[in-house]
């Protein structure tokens, strides 16, 4: 990762959002991380490894699916306030807690949708990402039809991510996608390790047919 991890932690806008995660999360259950080292660690910083695949320092169009409580979406926007942000979030008290989030922080530029990922069309952005939402067939179908031609689904994935590629080939070719490259790497606190993370890098060829996504209980019934 380029960014200093001291530029993290010395960031007054992490630590307001530390705050209001931890003074909500009762409220919210937005986290079982509470430990200040761990939530930086394991949310924060591992946020902003999404970075080390795809340069965010330009006006890119971002959309974080299953946000929760604003992973990856919220630390990108603090690290690299130029990107347009559209967070797609189904549960409305989550939503209602990253709405605070951003007055808090006065982070502009952000679109917070109230829906599953399946019912927002007409979006074409230049990367989708998702963090901790489901295995990665059913996270395809709805992720890959939200990318424009030639961007990219970013899954946020742990050290087994290879099990999911395995049964992952048909839904990448009927979603006309290919895995561009895939990113290891280690969260650690000095000699604190924080466990084995991976990024895997999608392309969108071409245009999805109009039958994808399906709605949810077919994709989770019948994956691709």
Request: one cysteine or more.
């Amino acid at each position: 990762m380029d960014i200093r991890i001291e530029d993290i932690l010395e960031n007054k806008l992490f630590e307001d959002y530390y705050q209001l995660l931890i003074e909500e999360n009762n409220k919210y259950n937005l986290t079982s991380i509470v430990l200040k080292d761990e939530v930086y660690f394991k949310h924060f910083i591992d946020s902003i490894h999404l970075s080390d695949v795809y340069d965010l320092n330009s006006e890119v169009s971002l959309c974080d699916v299953g946000s929760g409580a604003g992973f990856p979406s919220i630390p990108l926007k603090i690290m690299f306030p130029s990107i347009k942000l559209t967070i797609i979030e189904p549960t409305l008290k989550k939503c209602n807690f990253l709405k605070m989030v951003l007055s808090e922080l006065n982070l502009k530029d952000v679109q917070i949708i109230n829906d599953r990922s399946e019912n927002v069309k007409g979006k074409n952005f230049d990367v989708v990402c998702a963090r901790a939402v489901s295995n990665l067939p059913v996270l395809l179908e709805l992720c890959i039809p939200l990318v424009k031609v030639n961007g990219y689904f970013i899954a946020m994935k742990g050290a087994n991510y290879q099990e999911e590629l395995n049964i992952s080939n048909n839904a990448l070719k009927k979603l006309n996608a290919r895995v561009e490259e895939i990113k290891e790497y280690v969260l650690k606190n000095g000699n604190e390790e924080y466990g084995h993370h991976s990024l895997i890098k999608i392309i969108k060829n071409k245009e999805c047919l109009d039958i994808y996504p399906r709605p949810y209980a077919q994709i989770k019934k019948k994956p691709l």
